[in-house]
């Protein structure tokens, strides 16, 4: 794994903005897959002035995002699929067929991982794969647990995030319970992986995670047998990292 150590949360933005360019100019019809949460809102920003600047150019690009909601409709400004619009793909030249956003209001929810599971197969797999970092080691909605979850699949959520996702909704009763994501397995399967943390806040976990044992409790720990992961992360997320 590649550390690179940034001054701040704008620097580590732009940093990954940097890793992510790279990869549309060397294949300008890469397929990017994408995550939403606090994290990757700069890094989005970079990419949209990038793009305004005419230095980057989205039209070949196909993008899959991890995770999506259940329950939520496009148009729900919770959704994953407005905030992606709202922050990259309303402002680029990527054409709304080439996004890929799990379909939160897909009557048969099996039918729906099946169907997102094979479009990423079809697609080719993920060139670069784009990664928060949740408190707990989760990547996409896959929380710790007692196994890596292999394919695409629908969680319960648990509580503690049903409690942190609630600020964003009038009441908890109206966060969504449950929410699809790529598995562990579908994540993994991408070329490279781009995983990006900010603020003291990830620094224990960045420890547990990079650092310590392998375990599905940890599900973020099992990137330490991919063979290709760069972690961008400024300062204060690298301060608990053994010399
Ligand atoms: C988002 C996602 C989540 C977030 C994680 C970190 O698509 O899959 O795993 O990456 O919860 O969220 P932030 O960036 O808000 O700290």
Request: glycine letters at 6%.
């Amino acid at each position: 794994m590649r550390i690179v150590k940034t001054t701040d949360y704008k620097d580590m933005s732009r940093k990954a903005a940097n890793i992510i360019s790279a990869q549309i100019i060397a294949k300008p019809d890469c397929v990017l897959g994408l995550a939403t949460g606090s994290t990757p809102i700069g890094t989005y920003e970079k990419l949209v002035k990038r793009y305004k600047k005419g230095d980057l150019d989205f039209s070949q690009v196909r993008t899959v995002n991890l995770d999506e909601y259940k329950g939520l409709t496009r148009d729900n400004d919770q959704s994953y699929y407005y905030f992606m619009h709202e922050h990259l793909f309303n402002h680029v030249n990527i054409p709304e067929e080439s996004t890929n956003v799990p379909d939160g209001t897909a009557s048969d929810g099996d039918s729906e991982c099946v169907r997102y599971e094979a479009l990423i197969r079809e697609l080719g797999g993920q060139d670069l794969q784009l990664l928060g970092l949740g408190h707990n080691g989760h990547i996409g909605f896959n929380e710790p647990s007692d196994s890596f979850a292999k394919t695409t699949h629908c969680v319960d959520l648990q509580e503690r995030t049903i409690e942190a996702n609630k600020r964003f909704f009038a009441s908890a009763d109206e966060v969504p319970k449950q929410a699809y994501t790529m598995g562990i397995g579908t994540i993994m399967q991408a070329k490279k992986i781009l995983i990006i943390a900010s603020g003291e806040d990830k620094a224990d976990i960045i420890r547990d995670a990079f650092f310590g044992p392998v375990t599905p409790r940890v599900p973020a720990s099992i990137l330490q047998f991919h063979p290709d992961v760069t972690l961008v992360a400024d300062a204060a997320a690298l301060s608990k990292i053994p010399e």
